[in-house]
């Protein structure tokens, strides 16, 4: 059985991946973009491709740790009416009565933690993780504190760069890790994502019974492929995601979901790309 998260969705979405000897597909989409409905049907036929883990961003207005185009997913969910947090709660309740995958709520700290929303999804049982990309370290194991009573994983970050006495900090009480392959904004597309299995094999040595998930730059089935055959336990994909999503081109959406799922199969030996 796999072992050290807190909340039973993650562990059952975790334990199914590993008994068919594949990575969890981790997508990215900005909660009502580009509209609410809309936003809700994309949502479950990405499930229904190959989405295992909907990690759901939550509106913000100074989304500044992200590339410009999931800046724009932000503007278009606000302008949509996701600004009010009754509808935004709404929409949660809708999305969670319909889904069955786990969901991680990612948004910033003024937005989810300021605002106290996280303890609002967190009681009323809308996510299974927090993604919070802004808070300190100090910040995420408090905020951890809180939500293990709810049997909620705090998702924390780790990039290359750090030495290891941060990495081992950082992996200190962990469950999730978020491993960035590259320094900046999401959704840069010159970025070069190179080294996965040696990051990989590092924060396996401080973390080796938590989930680690690798994203920032897996914009292709590729690249999808690429990470989850340096060893992470789930790959994540935002801004191709939310690109499809700006345009509306639905079916080259779910196509490329499921194209990144068959990259998830561990045996699977094809790069095939987009």
């Known amino acids: 059985m796999t072992r050290g998260l807190l909340n039973d969705r993650n562990r059952e979405a975790w334990?199914?991946?590993?008994?068919?000897?594949?990575?969890?597909?981790?997508?990215?989409?900005?909660?009502?973009?580009?509209?609410?409905?809309?936003?809700?049907?994309?949502?479950?036929?990405?499930?229904?491709?190959?989405?295992?883990?909907?990690?759901?961003?939550?509106?913000?207005?100074?989304?500044?740790?992200?590339?410009?185009?999931?800046?724009?997913?932000?503007?278009?969910?606000?302008?949509?009416?996701?600004?009010?947090?009754?509808?935004?709660?709404?929409?949660w309740r809708a999305i969670r009565q319909q889904v069955a995958v786990p969901f991680w709520a990612m948004g910033y700290k003024s937005d989810v933690v300021g605002s106290g929303l996280y303890k609002k999804l967190i009681r009323e049982q809308l996510v299974d993780a927090l993604v919070l990309p802004d808070c300190t370290l100090e910040e995420q194991v408090a905020i951890q504190q809180y939500t293990a009573d709810f049997g909620v994983d705090i998702v924390r970050f780790i990039n290359s760069a750090m030495d290891e006495e941060t990495m081992k900090r950082v992996c200190d009480g962990a469950t999730i890790i978020y491993a960035q392959s590259y320094a900046g904004t999401t959704g840069d597309p010159l970025a070069n994502v190179s080294d996965l299995s040696q990051l990989c094999s590092r924060i396996r040595h401080y973390l080796p019974e938590g989930m680690i998930v690798s994203g920032f730059g897996l914009r292709t089935p590729k690249l999808v492929g690429e990470a989850v055959r340096s060893g992470f336990d789930g790959a994540v994909v935002g801004s191709a995601l939310v690109a499809r999503c700006e345009n509306q081109e639905n079916d080259y959406l779910y196509r490329m979901v499921a194209e990144m799922k068959m990259q998830t199969v561990r045996s699977n030996r094809e790069e095939e790309s987009l």
Not at 63 to 77: L, S, T, V, W, Y
């Open 15 to 91: 334990q199914a991946a590993k008994e068919k000897d594949e990575a969890l597909l981790v997508g990215y989409l900005v909660a009502g973009d580009p509209a609410r409905e809309a936003s809700l049907s994309m949502v479950r036929e990405s499930v229904e491709a190959g989405i295992d883990v909907v990690e759901l961003g939550v509106p913000g207005r100074r989304p500044e740790m992200d590339g410009p185009i999931i800046q724009r997913a932000h503007k278009r969910a606000l302008d949509g009416g996701m600004s009010d947090e009754e509808e935004l709660l709404a929409y």
